[in-house]
């Protein structure tokens, strides 16, 4: 078993819809849990982080960590084209390894 | 803001060549990765390094050799360039002890 896996999609939705993208993860030791997106063409780019269990909002992202399931989820209310882009995961343990370990993202295309 | 620059956006070079990939970082990060990004496999880490003249061997070290004479600079070698060497390559940075990697845009290596 992989330490984070990540659907690949590709994932297409309607303007407007609500997107549901998750990881799971094999290492109970990890802490910070991430999300990164990355454009076409770019490098990618830290969107949220959580520090161990719960919830966190910013606009429309919500980013959840259930620890008991290993299971991180974000969610886009009232998706847009402009958040078209690859998201990838990201996770790393407190203390120990500098390394993230990353899935291997979910490229989103919200359609006009 | 943290400023990761990489020497070029696109080098197109011939198998068999040596292959010089340059990373500069301007937040004083005592980290500094490079990983290579391909479709369906995600980002993998070739090497890591947490000091100067320190690295260490990330997921995949075969065909490549870095470089870190100075803080700021992370150089990727690629001794002897392969065909199966093309790819994105991408540099990031970090703080010790700091969850976020901050990345650069990526230069397109292809290797013809």
């Known amino acids: 078993q992989k330490e984070v896996e990540q659907d690949p999609g590709p994932l297409s939705v309607p303007e407007g819809a609500i997107v549901s993208l998750n990881c799971t993860y094999s290492n109970s030791a990890f802490q910070y849990f991430m999300w990164y997106r990355q454009y076409s063409r770019k490098g990618p780019e830290l969107l949220m982080y959580t520090y161990s269990s719960g919830n966190k909002e910013d606009g429309r992202f919500t980013a959840q960590v259930d620890k008991s399931s290993k299971y991180i989820s974000l969610f886009i209310r009232d998706s847009q084209p402009s958040d078209s882009a690859t998201y990838l995961c990201a996770m790393r343990t407190q203390g120990g390894s500098e390394k993230l370990v990353f899935g291997k993202g979910t490229k989103l295309t919200v359609n006009p | 803001d943290v400023k990761v620059t990489q020497s070029s956006r696109y080098l197109v070079k011939r198998t068999g060549e040596k292959v010089f990939l340059e990373c500069v970082q301007d937040m004083d990060h005592e980290n500094m990765f490079w990983y290579r990004q391909d479709p369906g496999l995600g980002l993998r880490l070739i090497y890591f390094?947490?000091?100067?003249?320190?690295?260490e061997k990330g997921d995949i070290p075969e065909g490549y050799s870095v470089s870190r004479e100075k803080k700021e600079r992370f150089s990727l070698i690629l001794e002897s360039a392969s065909t199966n060497q093309t790819s994105m390559y991408l540099c990031?940075?970090?703080?010790?002890?700091?969850?976020?990697?901050?990345f650069g845009p990526g230069t397109r290596l292809t290797v013809t």
């Open positions: 390094s947490y000091d100067v003249k320190m690295k």
């Open positions: 990031a940075s970090s703080p010790t002890g700091g969850f976020q990697q901050y």
